[in-house]
């Protein structure tokens, strides 16, 4: 079935230092989404990604889907502690027809920053 | 706007013991789907809902029931609850692509 995987599982940083995560998808997606789950709490949606080759900015985020539209990465440049949290990429669940708006998620990327 | 709330956000069950996770969202999303987050494994989903009075299995459904009789809300029931189904639940709306979460109901099965 479709898979998702991200890389790696655990990023520890200093502050200020950038951070990646990188998610591949087994299958081409007609798009990406990338979320974000502070610890204890819910993931919340960044943002999503349509094209191929697209690049979208956020501050100090950059986000990109590949040419062949089967991967992303997140950037963080100059971390923050307030970046802390975990960094989730999700494609569409296709399994025959219309994904119904269904999310196949990737592992996710636990970052720290120490200040 | 409370956006998606979820009650309980704690439980503790007993084997065996049934309950059922309410969520709500005032957004008037079509879309539902409820998730379960463990250790190392991201989400998964378990089931959704597209509408009203519709509901499907997601990638883990067994040992789980869903029920959406009303557009806003989408229960989650555990008939016989156990250790396995330890775990935090998510419930999430969708008007079709992003996702919107509620805070999650940590279950724990003893």
């Known amino acids: 079935g479709q898979q998702v995987m991200q890389i790696p599982q655990y990023q520890h940083v200093q502050e200020g230092e950038d951070f990646t995560t990188y998610c591949n998808s087994s299958t081409t997606l007609s798009n990406i989404q990338w979320y974000k789950q502070r610890p204890g709490g819910h993931p919340v949606f960044l943002i999503q990604?349509?094209?191929?080759?697209e690049v979208k900015k956020q501050k100090r985020l950059t986000f990109q889907f590949g040419e062949a539209k089967k991967n992303s990465s997140l950037h963080i440049t100059a971390t923050q502690t307030t970046d802390v949290g975990t960094y989730f990429c999700a494609g569409p669940f296709r399994a025959g027809g219309t994904s119904y708006g269904k999310l196949t998620f990737g592992q996710g990327t636990i970052l720290t920053v120490h200040p | 706007n409370a956006g998606v709330t979820q009650t309980p956000k704690f439980r503790v069950l007993k084997t065996g013991q049934s309950m059922t996770l309410l969520c709500a969202q005032d957004m008037n999303h079509e879309y539902m789907y409820w998730y379960r987050q463990d250790p190392g494994m991201g989400l998964r989903l378990i089931h959704y809902s597209v509408g009203e009075g519709t509901t499907a299995k997601g990638e883990v459904p067994d040992g789980y029931n869903v029920s959406r009789l009303k557009k806003q809300n989408f229960l989650l029931g555990l008939e016989s609850a156990a250790p396995s189904q330890t775990s935090v639940y998510f419930c999430?709306?969708?008007?079709?692509?992003?996702?919107?979460f509620g805070p999650g109901t940590r279950l724990t099965v003893t």
């Open positions: 999430a709306s969708s008007p079709f692509y992003e996702q919107y």
């Open positions: 990604l349509v094209k191929s080759g």
